[in-house]
């Protein structure tokens, strides 16, 4: 299966929904331990009359998935696909403590409406009139790609022609509070212990053909359960590469989803030593969130497209020219792994 990206957009925590921007001002990655998205102005994208009423979540997916939609030259797509972790926390949170303190009387309905995680598909669908297939995919860090696969089965199966696919998910002072008691997020002073938690927004309108503004291509995707260790990740990672008509030495780059915990990211970096390949952390660059691999997708794309991989991804960075296919290699607390392989179209 193959799917071209005739076009895609990024809200993370750097200026990543600026089509000119590439991390040309960052030198090292931030440390702090939560990322939050540097948001756009949503006007510029989405009817004034819309804003008001939408949460920080569906705002950076409506833009995200509006701004791919117009670089792909669609006006309509013939399905919309999401995936999110943890979907419309911040309403779901609302509404809970708005029932708490008012004793579960006079509640307003809004935070209620829009606390469910298909809300972000359900906006796009209303405001471009998309009656076809719709559907989200909430599987914890396998989210976004369910949602690619799924878009990839329907260009196969020549049920849809132009998919919107995107990956959404937010951080607020509770998500932090909750994943702090329970030791995942970096506390100051820890290097090697804990992780730096983000949100984002990545949207990819995907095609069975190649357009003119095609800037890559998805040749295949793949997830897994359960690593025993970085032998069986290695192994898994040859079989899927061959599947996508691949091996291991046509990869030029490897984007790696270690998180910065130690104890969780064992295996990966083992198996980062073991492939051999130069390697991008690039949850250096968005931090730790359930769709993150949406950014290394779109991470992946931007690079092949430019042919250029910034310095803040990679410091020691030897290579400029003759990028054709990336390895993202992603995994979750040492949990859910999956590979996506990227290439130049």
């Given at each position: 299966m193959t799917a071209y990206?005739?076009?895609?957009a990024c809200i993370s925590h750097y200026n990543t929904i600026d089509e000119n921007y590439f991390f040309e001002d960052v030198a090292v990655p931030a440390t702090s331990n939560k990322?939050?998205?540097?948001?756009?102005?949503?006007?510029?994208?989405?009817?004034?009359?819309?804003?008001?009423?939408?949460?920080?979540?569906?705002?950076m997916g409506v833009s995200a998935g509006t701004i791919s939609m117009k670089k792909a030259g669609l006006?309509?797509?013939?399905?919309?696909?999401?995936?999110?972790?943890?979907?419309?926390?911040?309403?779901t949170d609302k509404f809970l403590r708005a029932m708490l303190e008012n004793n579960e009387q006079l509640l307003t309905p809004t935070s209620f409406i829009q606390s469910t995680h298909n809300t972000v598909a359900g906006q796009?669908?209303?405001?471009?009139?998309?009656?076809?297939?719709?559907?989200?995919?909430?599987?914890?860090?396998?989210?976004?790609?369910?949602?690619?696969?799924?878009?990839?089965?329907?260009?196969?199966?020549?049920?849809?022609?132009?998919?919107?696919?995107?990956?959404?998910?937010?951080?607020?002072?509770?998500?932090?509070?909750?994943?702090?008691?329970?030791?995942?997020?970096?506390?100051?002073?820890?290097?090697?212990?804990g992780y730096s938690i983000g949100e984002g927004a990545a949207f990819f309108a995907v095609g069975s053909e190649r357009t003119a503004t095609s800037c890559a291509k998805i040749d295949g995707v793949k997830c897994l359960q359960k690593v025993n260790d970085a032998e069986e990740l290695m192994k898994q990672a040859?079989?899927?590469l061959k599947d996508s008509g691949l091996e291991i030495h046509q990869i030029s780059l490897l984007l790696s989803g270690t998180c910065g915990d130690a104890q969780f990211?064992?295996?990966?970096?083992?198996?980062?030593?073991?492939?051999?390949?130069?390697?991008?952390?690039?949850?250096?660059?968005?931090?730790?969130?359930?769709t993150s691999s949406g950014f290394a997708m779109w991470l992946a794309a931007t690079i092949l497209k430019r042919q250029f991989v910034p310095r803040a991804a990679l410091p020691d960075n030897k290579i400029s020219t003759g990028l054709k296919h990336i390895l993202v290699v992603n995994h979750y607390q040492d949990k859910l792994y999956s590979f996506m392989c990227v290439s130049a179209c």
């Open positions: 990206i005739n076009g895609l990322l939050s998205a540097t948001e756009p102005v949503y006007k510029d994208f989405i009817p004034v009359a819309f804003i008001r009423r939408m949460s920080h979540i569906v705002k006006d309509q797509v013939d399905a919309i696909i999401t995936g999110t972790g943890i979907g419309c926390y911040d309403d796009l669908a209303l405001m471009y009139k998309c009656y076809g297939y719709n559907f989200t995919y909430v599987q914890q860090n396998h989210s976004l790609e369910y949602a690619m696969l799924d878009a990839m089965m329907l260009l196969k199966n020549k049920e849809a022609k132009n998919v919107l696919v995107g990956g959404i998910d937010e951080v607020n002072n509770s998500i932090v509070e909750l994943f702090e008691r329970a030791g995942y997020v970096r506390k100051e002073g820890q290097n090697n212990k040859e079989a899927f990211d064992s295996k990966l970096c083992a198996f980062n030593e073991k492939i051999n390949l130069p390697v991008v952390h690039f949850k250096r660059l968005c931090g730790e969130y359930f």
